[in-house]
């Protein structure tokens, strides 16, 4: 009903930076919210930044001035940029989109996408 396709990780130097991308495509009649989240082995997965609107975002701690998450409503897509990276940014960072389909809002989530950021 709802496919959502990651794209934009890697391997980066500390203090690089990276930006993912997350298209999200299907039958549904609109998105809601939509968010990233990130994983490392042994964790459990923790939300690193979401957005409603351009006026509603919100922000893990450890990302808080590094990172920025955005969207484009025509295509669907959520974006984060990522900036300042550190080592313990590494993780397998996950899209996740709440979507409406047939009257029914559910939460979706892509593959996922494996950001290394070596020190």
């Known amino acids: 009903q709802v496919q959502l396709v990651e794209s934009g990780g890697g391997l980066v130097e500390a203090g690089g930076s990276l930006r993912l991308s997350c298209a999200a495509s299907g039958s549904f009649s609109s998105i809601n919210s939509m968010a990233w989240y990130r994983q490392t082995p042994g964790k459990q997965r923790e939300l690193v930044a979401s957005?409603?609107?351009?006026?509603?975002?919100r922000y893990s701690d450890s990302v808080k001035g590094r990172f920025a998450i955005s969207r484009d409503n025509a295509k669907n897509t959520v974006y984060l940029q990522m900036n300042s990276l550190k080592p313990e940014d590494t993780a397998v960072y996950y899209c996740n989109v709440a979507a409406r389909v047939r009257l029914i809002t559910s939460t979706y989530w892509g593959q996922g996408t494996q950001v290394t950021v070596s020190s």
């Open positions: 957005i409603i609107s351009s006026a509603t975002t």
